[in-house]
Structure formats: structure tokens, C-alpha cells
């Protein structure tokens, strides 16, 4: 069974300009989520998507990331414009989230490391 | 809120030493505790889990017990190989009917180095 997809695995761009990340999650799975990991701390949601829904969004700073999952398969993760800041990697993950007594176990991509100059 | 304490890193044992890594947890209501665990190069692996109080998840030799009243899940192995070399990662979600609920609240991580 193939894991979660991501690319790219690294981008350095510098602040203001725009970058995109995409998540291609493991077939069948309804939940994906994006996280932050920046340096030498734990992973941070951004948003959780259920299907083509937003869940939880309400730690994304929506000023400059925006994200979608229009068909409720694979997703993208936008900032514009980007700030120092924003270096980190990115992880999406993704889980079966059939309903109570589930194994709703999440499985992590390989992640996009972005650095900010 | 919900958040999760893990002790600080760098942890640098000799091969077959013991490992103990704490784990503390604050959360509203009785979430699910994971430990995950990260490669040089790769991405999060789920290690074990627990789901309730008193549970013992194990894998790979690794155990963690979740203790209700020390709010704990301390990972443990009795004797680590150079190959345990990673970041291990403390992480709690909610839990409602027997189900983990969405988000993952991540300790900061404990980088673990093995000396042969």
C-alpha cells in the first residue's frame, strides 16, 4: 500500500514570494491534516480536512496560508507571501476516520522542508 | 487545554543501555497517547499507542504505560541499539466513544543518539 505523497521535499524561496506544497494521502482515507514543524519543536495543525470539509482550521493563519482539497483526495497548501518565519517543514497526514471505535491512526508523509531567506 | 511535556533531548546512551524518556500530559477529558518516532530523513512513524488508563502499549521493544494519576506515558526500552538512533515524539488526541479524535497535540521531541 503506498504511504502519503508529498512534494516538493525542499524549496527555498525568499520572503514575499509565494510557495505551494502538495499532499496526495493514502487511498481511501477521509481525514488529512496539515501540520508545521518548525525547528527543534513538535508538529502544529494547520487544518484538518474531512473529505472536500474544513474541520478544524483554527490554528492556520488565513492572512497568508490558504488550503484546499477540492475532491476530497488530494490537497494544497499555499502561502502568500511567505515570512522568515514560515521556514519549516510541512507534513501532511492523513487517516481512515470511519466513525467510532475506529483505528483512526494517522500516517505521515516524508514532509516539505521550506527555508525562508 | 491540551498540551504535551516531554524531557529535553539530547539523550546519548551506549548500546544496550537503558532508555526512559518522560512524557507529561495535560488534556480536557481522557484523550489517547502515542509515541511517535522519526528517522533520519523520514517521516513520523506511529511507535505505540494507548488508549485509556492503566493500557501498555508496546512495540519493537519499546513500552509506555499510560498513568492516569501521574497524567504520564514515559517510554521505556531495556536495551537500545545504535538503529534507535531518531527523535521520539509525545503525543496526545481526544477520545470520544473508543475513537481518537482529529488533531495531535506533539510534545517538542527528544533526540535519542546510540553509541555502538
Known amino acids: 500500500e503506498a504511504g502519503v505523497a508529498q512534494s516538493p521535499r525542499y524549496k527555498i524561496i525568499e520572503k514575499r514570494q509565494s510557495v505551494a506544497f502538495w499532499c496526495n494521502p493514502i487511498?481511501?482515507?477521509?481525514?488529512l491534516y496539515w501540520y508545521q514543524q518548525i525547528l527543534g519543536q513538535g508538529p502544529k495543525l494547520l487544518i484538518q480536512?474531512?473529505?472536500?470539509?474544513?474541520?478544524?482550521d483554527s490554528q492556520l493563519p488565513k492572512d497568508r496560508f490558504s488550503a484546499e482539497r477540492l475532491k476530497g483526495v488530494d490537497s494544497t497548501l499555499k502561502i502568500q507571501p511567505a515570512k522568515l518565519e514560515d521556514s519549516a517543514v510541512y507534513l501532511c497526514?492523513?487517516?481512515?476516520?470511519?466513525?467510532?471505535?475506529?483505528?483512526?491512526?494517522?500516517?505521515f508523509g516524508p514532509g516539505t522542508r521550506l527555508t525562508v531567506l | 487545554g491540551n498540551s504535551v511535556t516531554q524531557m529535553e533531548g539530547p539523550v546519548t546512551l551506549s548500546e544496550e543501555a537503558f532508555l526512559t524518556i518522560n512524557c507529561t500530559y495535560t488534556?480536557?477529558?481522557?484523550?489517547?497517547l502515542f509515541w511517535y518516532v522519526q528517522y533520519p530523513g523520514e517521516g513520523l512513524q506511529l511507535l505505540l499507542k494507548?488508549?485509556?488508563?492503566?493500557d501498555k502499549g508496546s512495540n519493537k521493544g519499546f513500552e509506555a504505560t499510560y498513568r492516569k494519576e501521574t497524567t504520564s506515558f514515559h517510554l521505556e526500552k531495556g536495551s537500545v541499539q545504535v538503529s534507535d538512533s531518531a527523535v521520539y515524539f509525545c503525543?496526545?488526541?481526544?477520545?470520544?466513544?473508543?475513537?481518537?479524535?482529529?488533531?495531535?497535540?506533539f510534545g517538542r521531541g527528544t533526540q535519542l543518539t546510540v553509541w555502538p
Open positions: 497526514a492523513s487517516s481512515l476516520a470511519r466513525g467510532r471505535g475506529a483505528n483512526n491512526e494517522q500516517f
Open positions: 487511498s481511501g482515507h477521509a481525514t
Open positions: 480536512f474531512q473529505n472536500n470539509g474544513v474541520v478544524d
Open positions: 488534556a480536557t477529558g481522557y484523550p489517547s
Open positions: 494507548a488508549t485509556k488508563a492503566d
Open positions: 503525543a496526545l488526541s481526544r477520545t470520544l466513544g473508543g475513537s481518537t479524535l482529529g488533531r495531535l497535540y
